[in-house]
């Protein structure tokens, strides 16, 4: 049984979250807290693809603000086509363009096709990007500052086309989310339980792949990469591969922020708002299996209390948290409760 | 104990070619047109002094170091293919600071090898049981008693024998090996001398080496490097026949036991 | 004419300002490692120093030749202070100087903003760096040629410096082989804390140009440090030569795209350049060979 | 791919979340149900909402806003209160961005209960929150010149649409008999909307656009920008550039050799408090704003006095605070019409509510919730003040979709 214990632990703390998050939290919070916490939600989700990238696999991924609005920014466009009802076309278009539609807004008119480039989008975007990178062993910190300053231009080149993209303003007002209308408290919480639902999905495929060979070899990747190509392994295909699957995450995570929040704009995707979800996975610790999606909870949870109490020093919070942790608890606060839960790769191999 | 030399013929193309091996490190030539052929069954020595460009040579046909010439095996010019590709045609090595996964168990080590017998998707799934080619492996490098330790915490030797293991799992017909026995105490080294022996009946084994004893007691061949060519290839005994070897290498060091 | 003397005149003034940015950073990452994001805010503090200057120093022909020792003793000391307290428990973690210095950037930023107020100040410009010449129908500014001459002579003292003096024969023994550096006398965490020293400095002489284009605010070194990394990326590490060659570089076709596209498009296009060029030189411009298995 | 036991329990999750989802099912019939006020008007206070950036780049503008609007209901609890109750006000923080905007509206309407909510300034805040204010029926001041094009039941516009602001200063370009006019913009919303109407006006006015230009907000060099202007050597520059950005474009503006006399500027965004913090004397260049410090009004007096007695004597006021403090005026005023605090009561009796601003009587207009307003043209003197140079003399009505100028065409490029 205690090898079960082992191998399930984090199955049980995952479900200890499930139910937290969907159970307890829409019983007891107000509507307004509960949908904060959907965004909450949303960043952890994307956080939980952080820890991937970054915790097991060792790729400081600076820039998932980019990811994260890829699938925002496409679920947005989906809505507000929905907004505009058949053959309309979004409302800014008329105001500042020549009220006409570019043609690549055209299919995301299906919500299928919405919900497929959700998924497709930034994994193609992150495989092009992961492949140019990756195979050349570009690594490490210049890595780390390449995806920053991809979320630098994503933010410029959305706040530049206007006409298509909203600019500055983003994309905001939408009524209806695939049919249910968004300003029925009903659906608010429907759709609060499908990020919720989302995060835990996401939860147990990390999980899976923690266990998995590919993350023992992910993790071996991290630690050294030379030794694994002597493996017989392509490290970039390793990296590439947790690389995809972090993109899709916050991509996922994006695209359930924006009909949460009622809002994507160029602020919630640009460097500064991909550092906020590095700040959660460091906290949270990043190589556990938790850590990243409680951190991002807490940050988000902080930044909204901390800036109703104290406006003017959330900047100074949110600079110490950075440095305190890096600094005293580079695993993360989560290391300092860790049981053996959630620490992975010492996971004993079940009997033969 | 030595084998006779056989022909390359008899044993397909299980065999290693390299022909006019150079290596150009912005006009420094590391290695200078080296012609090798090193055979199945045979435990092959590579010696000389440092800088003779002996590990850079084993760089190049792993694919670490870009190099011009022909290294051939299998009909796969290894020059013209990528290091992890080298490693899945079966030809595997190690380094001279024994570079295993600290953080993972003996046995994680050596599961974490066996990837040429999986494909992608099953390296999705959890692993359970262990797998015979790593419980053979485990049994030949004699560290089945030391499967659940983590890796970081074996002594030297220890480490050494688990990379020869994880290249076992590899199922690597060619090895090699960059100084496996440097700072192993002398029973050590009698115990990988043999584990060499025993795993090289079916395999290609090549060993950097210094150590002078340890040549002598398990090397089949010999090959002599010296500034980046191959000085004299044969037995021990021919080789430290040579006048020319014992100018530039064996003179000093093994000058004091050869009398013995 | 102009269509081109103006992106390059103009171009290699920015690519100077960035050289400046640049060697700083390339001389702590790297020399020792260190992914420095508060970078960006050592700029800005040299801007605001240029400003208190001009507060004290009233004449503002001489207030800016002032500031900029100024300036460079003010970032620098801010430097040393990140070296001792926080980045000297953290050399061979790279990513996580990156991380923590973001946490210290974010805090100096909002410091800026407490003391000097969300409002920039403004930063007079000398009557001598008033003006122009017309260059094939570009008015080039003085105070681009100033910023020029300051990024050359900035260059010229580091490499100097590195190549001349005991300090820089440390600072490359330290490199090259820490433990042996250690055990023939030098004092390694001394070469470290001067080596922060200088890089902090030069991003306070930046911090010196930089506030004659727009003055001082918060805000002002967050516009410079992407760019500034990617000169270094592109650079490559270990040479100053590739450092100098990226900048101008990147100043100039960002130049040109501006002119040909738009200011946002030259940003995007500026960097899908570096990305290319990382295909081609994943070491970026100059790299120094190591034969080691990293 | 799994183990018997692992499915089981992989099973188990997957129903338990399957469940709980759908427990939560959503409600695809039915019209939303508007949510009801839960505004507490019974006690002897009533909470407003002051939603301004304190934080992020957008910090230096709002927090005079927010100043504004502090010393305004100050003044009015000093006299009062609105209805005898006392203004009891929470602040909130922007952070400078959109979706915390949205956030924190929510929060003031849903949590907080406040009667109605103050502040925003970029548009990208507007919008963001306009749809959470109507979801709620709530009430919105928004207190910052705008592109116009926009107008909800739920918010009340006190600062300028561009027929207040944009327009009015191409009617002062033409009376100066300016030929040729140069574009120079952030490169966002407002700047390319006001320059699609500047365009279409110019036009018609016979004014030839020489150039046209804009830079990402947080990029302060404008050096590339200006040797354009100087190249096209324009009668006018118009201004829409956005913040601290404004300082790079004087300074290349005047390194350049460029000047009032030879190609001025005209700004929409350079008051007050930004004109000394160029760093270069701007003496005689232009803004279009509908409120200057310098009008001559007892109304703008007593603001002034009372602004520089609460907030010290080197403080400037300027049009958004001026819009700000009007706009909290103008809530008593609407509450008072109404004897009523509900948000229908307000709006019915909306139309025509006035108050004696600084910048002069103000008057809302009952169908876009915009006020009218006078245009004024100030040049900046040495001391950094504008003299009033020209003014529509008649407050203007507001026109936010430009229906009544025949030359305009939102389709056309």
Redesign the interface.
């Known amino acids: 049984m205690k090898s079960f214990a082992r191998s399930y632990g984090p199955l049980v703390a995952i479900a200890v979250l499930a139910v937290l998050l969907l159970v307890v939290a829409p019983a007891v919070l107000s509507p307004f807290r509960l949908n904060n916490l959907g965004k909450y939600c949303c960043w952890a989700i994307a956080a939980v693809g952080i820890g991937l990238a970054w915790g097991r696999g060792g790729m400081l991924v600076m820039g998932q603000g980019v990811f994260f609005g890829i699938g925002g920014y496409a679920m947005a466009m989906h809505l507000k086509l929905e907004a505009a009802g058949p053959e309309g076309i979004p409302d800014f278009m008329l105001l500042y363009g020549d009220g006409t539609m570019p043609g690549w807004w055209e299919p995301f008119r299906s919500g299928a096709f919405t919900l497929f480039a959700i998924v497709a989008l930034p994994a193609i975007a992150a495989a092009i990007l992961g492949y140019a990178v990756f195979k050349r062993r570009v690594k490490g910190a210049y890595f780390a500052i390449l995806t920053q300053a991809l979320a630098v231009v994503f933010a410029t080149l959305l706040i530049a086309t206007i006409q298509e993209t909203g600019g500055f303003n983003g994309l905001n007002q939408f009524t209806f989310f695939f049919g249910y209308n968004l300003y029925d408290p009903v659906n608010k919480k429907m759709v609060y339980s499908i990020a919720a639902g989302l995060l835990v999905a996401c939860l147990v495929v990390v999980w899976q792949l923690y266990r998995s060979r590919f993350g023992e070899l992910l993790v071996a990747t991290r630690d050294a990469e030379e030794r694994v190509r002597f493996l017989g392994h392509d490290p970039a295909n390793v990296k590439l591969a947790a690389f995809v699957i972090a993109a899709v995450m916050a991509s996922i995570g994006g695209a359930m922020f924006a009909p949460i929040a009622g809002i994507i704009s160029p602020s919630d995707v640009d460097a500064t708002a991909s550092i906020f979800l590095i700040a959660g996975v460091a906290l949270g610790g990043r190589a556990l299996l938790l850590g990243p999606a409680l951190g991002a909870i807490a940050v988000g949870y902080g930044r909204s209390t901390l800036s109703e109490s104290f406006p003017d020093q959330w900047t100074y919070f949110l600079g110490a948290l950075f440095i305190a942790v890096i600094l005293l608890f580079p695993a993360g606060l989560a290391s300092l409760f860790g049981k053996a839960w959630s620490r992975l790769p010492r996971r004993k191999a079940a009997p033969a | 104990m030595r084998l006779p030399h056989p022909n390359p013929d008899d044993l397909g193309l299980d065999y290693l070619e390299v022909r006019g091996l150079t290596v150009d ?2 006009g420094f030539k590391a290695v200078d047109g080296v012609d090798l052929t090193l055979l199945q069954g045979r435990v092959h020595f590579l010696i000389g002094p440092n800088g003779a460009g002996k590990t ?1 040579l084993v ?1 190049a046909v ?1 694919g ?2 870009p190099a011009t010439g022909l290294a051939r095996y299998r009909n796969q010019d290894l020059l013209s293919v ?3 590709k080298i ?2 045609a079966g030809i ?2 190690t ?1 001279q600071t024994a ?1 295993v ?5 003996v ?2 080590n050596l ?3 066996g ?2 017998h ?1 494909s ?1 998707f ?9 797998p015979s080619y790593v ?1 053979d492996a485990l049994e030949t490098v004699g560290l089945a008693d030391l499967r ?1 330790r ?1 890796a970081g915490v074996l002594a030297h030797g220890q480490k050494q024998w688990l990379e020869i293991g ?1 290249l076992l799992v ?1 199922d690597a017909k060619v090895m090699l090996l960059d100084e496996p026995v440097a700072g192993m105490s002398a029973e050590e080294r009698e115990e990988t001398g043999a584990l060499l022996q025993r795993i090289g009946e079916e395999r290609t084994i090549v060993v950097i080496e210094h150590d002078m004893d340890f040549v002598r007691s398990f090397a089949d061949v010999v090959t002599v490097m010296h500034a980046g060519k191959v000085l004299i290839e044969g037995s021990v005994a021919e080789i430290q026949a040579s006048p020319e070897v014992q100018e530039v290498y064996l003179g000093r060091t093994v000058e004091g036991t050869t009398h013995a | 004419m102009d269509s081109f003397t103006t992106p390059l005149l103009a171009g290699t003034a920015t690519g100077a300002l960035l050289l400046i940015a640049a060697l700083g950073l390339a001389l702590t990452f790297g020399q020792m490692g260190v992914i420095n994001m508060a970078h960006g805010e050592f700029l800005m503090a040299g801007a605001y120093a240029t400003y208190l200057t001009q507060q004290v120093v009233t004449n503002t022909d001489v207030s800016v030749l002032v500031a900029l020792p100024v300036a460079f003793l003010v970032a620098g000391l801010l430097g040393l202070l990140l070296e001792v307290t926080v980045i000297s428990w953290m050399y061979r973690r790279p990513l996580d100087t990156l991380l923590v210095t973001v946490g210290v950037g974010l805090v100096l930023q909002q410091l800026a903003k407490d003391v000097f107020g969300a409002q920039g100040d403004p930063v007079r410009t000398p009557g001598w760096l008033e003006g122009n010449i017309d260059v094939f129908g570009y008015h080039w500014p003085y105070r681009q040629m100033f910023t020029i001459v300051l990024a050359l002579m900035a260059l010229t003292a580091l490499a100097a410096l590195l190549k001349y003096s005991s300090f820089g024969r440390q600072i490359r023994a330290t490199v090259q082989n820490r433990d042996l550096a250690e055990t023939v006398g030098i004092r390694t965490r001394t070469v470290d804390r001067i080596t922060f020293f200088v890089g902090s400095g030069l991003a306070g002489i930046g911090g010196v140009a930089v506030s004659l284009i727009s003055g001082t605010n918060p805000r002002l070194g967050t516009a410079y440090i992407i760019s500034a990394f990617l000169v270094v990326v592109a650079g490559g590490l270990g040479q100053l030569k590739g450092t100098v060659i990226a900048a101008f570089a990147v100043g100039i076709a960002t130049s040109f795209f501006a002119d040909w596209t738009s200011a946002s498009m030259a940003q995007v296009a500026t960097f899908a350049l570096v990305v290319v060029f990382l295909q081609v030189r994943p070491q970026g411009l100059f790299v120094v060979r190591s034969r080691g298995l990293a | 791919m799994f183990s018997p036991r692992t499915r089981h329990v992989i099973g188990t999750v997957v129903a338990l979340t399957a469940t709980i989802s759908l427990s939560a099912c959503g409600n695809k019939d039915g019209e939303g149900s508007a949510a009801e006020s839960c505004v507490d008007t019974s006690g002897d206070t009533i909470k407003l909402g002051f939603l301004n950036s304190t934080s992020g780049a957008m910090a230096i503008s709002e927090q005079t806003v927010r100043d504004s609007l502090t010393l305004a209901a100050e003044e009015i609890n000093a006299d009062g209160g609105i209805l005898g109750k006392e203004i009891e006000f929470v602040e909130e923080d922007g952070a400078s961005d959109p979706a915390i905007f949205a956030e924190k509206i929510d929060k003031l309407l849903t949590s907080d209960c406040v009667a109605a909510v103050f502040g925003g300034w970029t548009s990208a805040s507007r919008k963001a929150m306009l749809p959470v204010v109507e979801a709620n029926n709530g009430l919105l001041f928004y207190p910052v010149q705008y592109e116009g094009l926009e107008a909800s039941e739920n918010i009340y516009y006190t600062g300028a649409t561009t027929n207040q602001q944009i327009i009015p200063a191409m009617d002062f370009l033409a009376s100066e008999g300016v030929e040729t006019l140069f574009l120079a913009g952030s490169d966002y919303v407002f700047p390319r909307t006001a320059n699609k109407i500047i365009k279409q006006y110019a036009a018609d006015l016979g004014i030839e656009i020489v150039g046209e230009e804009y830079v990402p907000l947080d990029d302060d060099d404008w050096t590339t920008q200006v040797a354009k202007i100087v190249e096209a050597d324009p009668d006018f520059v118009f201004n829409t550039i956005n913040g601290s950005s404004n300082v790079g474009f004087i300074k290349a503006y005047y390194e350049q050799g460029l000047s009032p006399e030879t190609s001025p500027i005209i700004s929409v965004s350079i008051a007050e408090e930004e004109a000394p913090a160029m760093g270069k004397d701007v003496t005689g260049q232009y803004a279009a704003w509908n409120y200057f410090q310098s009008v001559e009004s007892p109304a703008n007096e007593v603001f002034i006095n009372a602004f520089k007695e609460r907030f010290g004597s080197d403080r400037p006021t300027s049009d958004p605070m001026e819009a700000a403090y009007t706009s909290l005026y103008l809530y008593k005023n609407l509450v008072e019409a109404a004897d009523s605090f509900a948000v229908d009561d307000i709006n019915e009796s909306a139309d025509g509510v006035s108050f004696d601003a600084p910048e002069g009587t103000v008057t809302i207009d009952g169908e876009n919730h915009h006020i009218a307003k006078t245009g004024l043209i100030g040049r900046i003197n040495s001391d950094n003040q504008f003299d009033i140079v020209w003014s529509s003399e008649e407050p203007i009505e507001p026109d936010p979709f430009l229906e009544g100028y025949d030359w305009w065409d939102p389709s056309a490029e």
């Open positions: 490190f912005d850079t760089d792993t670490l170091v990528r290091s992890h490693v899945r595997g090595r380094f570079t996964f600290e953080e993972l168990s046995l994680q599961d974490i090898a990837g040429v999986r992608p099953a390296l999705l799934r959890a692993r359970r049981g262990v419980a659940d983590p994880m590899q």
